[in-house]
């Protein structure tokens, strides 16, 4: 399998980021190509392309789109979900620092596309440098007539509105993105009504992940075959695989879908030197976590979700042998339950509680019966909360004790964590 890169072609030049380094390689060709075209051709080309999310659920975006009720009289929004809060995650921040016009192109192809004339992009707050690259872009673009009124002479009006959020992982979920857009605090709304149908401002609204509205021109331009001649059959296309932890070379990495770990590792100059693979996460920290004999597992929604875990953000995490994977997960569930908003119990209490007995259980305090009272916690969590954040933090929680137990035994057997914390870090590696 080889690289495929598309979206990430240029970002070794110098200029990847402005106007004229990226006209230099068809910039904004397609949108020229796509207001040429009637929106409803735009969305079947997506359609047919099969183009799925980037953003973790992997909901075909052509099929969103089109949920979009038309001659509705009322405005329609498209919002870039660009939060990217996820621990592992790290796809859209380097997207929209070395390429922000592949993602204005792609908004303004979608907003034509779903009859929008305002589109919003919620950056994640803390993330300052990349709200001021993704600012000067927008400026750029409208400087150039690719926002504002009568973009390219169409006839079509869009103005874009760069937004920074307060810094919440929650505000992620699209439907609290929505609330904290409008001002109140950032919450899950209660589905249905579903954005297309009442979503910013109870206007129809389409979200959408940075990955997946920054895929859209090379569609545009190449076609929906030249699309799906790459990735799988049900997992189309190319798309940003993010390596870091115990890996000799991290970053990004471009691949069909369906590539596996052991080849994307390969590339990657393998697990760091003298050690080896203990486990990995497919898609960021809330996906439940893989072993080594998961290599050869296709990286598509499918295959990932047959070995028991979800393709997610496609955040390969990845640990070696060094690594306690109790404190790992212990790490984890205090991130979750930090940005748990509160709003329902299941997850509001039951984080609080998982973190204390992780922590008893790491210490080596706890006893057997924690094990079974953490399942039973995660028993009640899991599709009993009410957004996917509840989801997220039992799930590395039950797949460890699914292929670690005898690790979380060892912990009371020997009365304290067995690992040298200091052997699993990136210096300690180095200096091995
Ligand atoms: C707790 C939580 C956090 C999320 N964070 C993000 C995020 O940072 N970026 C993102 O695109 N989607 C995130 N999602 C998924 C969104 O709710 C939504 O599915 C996505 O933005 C839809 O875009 P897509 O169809 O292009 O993937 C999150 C979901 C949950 C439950
Ligand atoms: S699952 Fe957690 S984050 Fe989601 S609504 Fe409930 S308390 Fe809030």
């Not at 000067?136 to 009568?150: H, M, P």
């Not at 072993?291 to 050869?296: G, N, V």
């Not at 899991?382 to 929680?397: Q, T």
């Not at 009371?412 to 914390?421: E, I, K, R, S, V």
């Amino acid at each position: 399998m080889q690289l495929t890169p598309v979206l990430s072609a240029h970002w070794d030049e110098p200029d990847s980021f402005t106007l004229a380094g990226y006209r230099r390689h068809h910039g904004y060709e397609a949108l020229r190509a796509a207001l040429a075209r009637h929106p409803d051709e735009l969305i079947q080309l997506i359609k047919d392309s099969g183009l799925r999310g980037r953003g973790g659920a992997g909901f075909p975006t052509g099929m969103k789109w089109g949920f979009i009720p038309q001659g509705d009289g009322k405005p329609h929004y498209l919002v870039v979900n660009a939060d990217e809060s996820e621990p592992g995650t790290c796809k859209d921040i380097p997207l929209m620092m070395a390429n922000p016009h592949v993602l204005v192109e792609g908004v303004v192809i979608a907003s034509f596309a779903i009859r929008s004339s305002h589109a919003f992009i919620y950056i994640r707050g803390e993330a300052v440098h990349v709200i001021r690259r993704v600012q000067a872009a927008v400026d750029e673009a409208y400087r150039g007539g690719l926002l504002g009124t009568d973009i390219l002479g169409s006839g079509f009006n869009l103005d874009v509105t760069v937004h920074a959020g307060a810094g919440a992982y929650i505000c992620g979920e699209e439907t609290a993105l929505l609330d904290s857009l409008e001002g109140m605090r950032g919450q899950p709304r209660l589905r249905p009504p579903f954005p297309a149908v009442a979503g910013l401002y109870a206007c129809p609204t389409v979200v959408n992940n940075v990955e997946s509205i920054a895929s859209v021109p090379a569609i545009v331009r190449n076609g929906a075959d030249w699309f799906k001649a790459m990735g799988t059959e049900k997992s189309a296309g190319f798309t940003l695989y993010s390596l870091s932890g115990h890996v000799t070379r991290p970053g990004q990495y471009e691949a069909p879908l369906g590539v596996t770990l052991r080849e994307l590792l390969e590339m990657a100059g393998g697990v760091r030197e003298n050690h080896e693979l203990k486990f990995w996460t497919p898609g960021g920290s809330s996906t439940p976590i893989l072993t080594a004999e998961h290599l050869d597992v296709p990286l598509d929604y499918e295959g990932v979700g047959a070995a028991g875990s979800m393709l997610g953000t496609k955040a390969l995490q990845i640990f070696d042998e060094t690594t306690c994977v109790v404190r790992a997960v212990l790490r984890w569930t205090e991130f979750y339950k930090h940005e748990s908003c509160g709003k329902c119990t299941p997850c509001r209490e039951g984080t609080y509680w998982l973190v204390q007995i992780l922590d008893r259980l790491e210490r080596g305090e706890g006893s057997e019966d924690d094990l079974a009272t953490l399942l039973d916690l995660c028993d009640n969590i899991l599709g009993r909360a009410f957004c996917a954040l509840g989801d997220g933090a039992a799930s590395p929680i039950m797949s460890s004790i699914q292929y670690f137990r005898d690790e979380y035994v060892a912990h009371l057997t020997a009365g304290g964590c067995p690992f040298d914390p200091i052997a699993s870090t990136v210096f300690a590696g180095a200096h091995a």
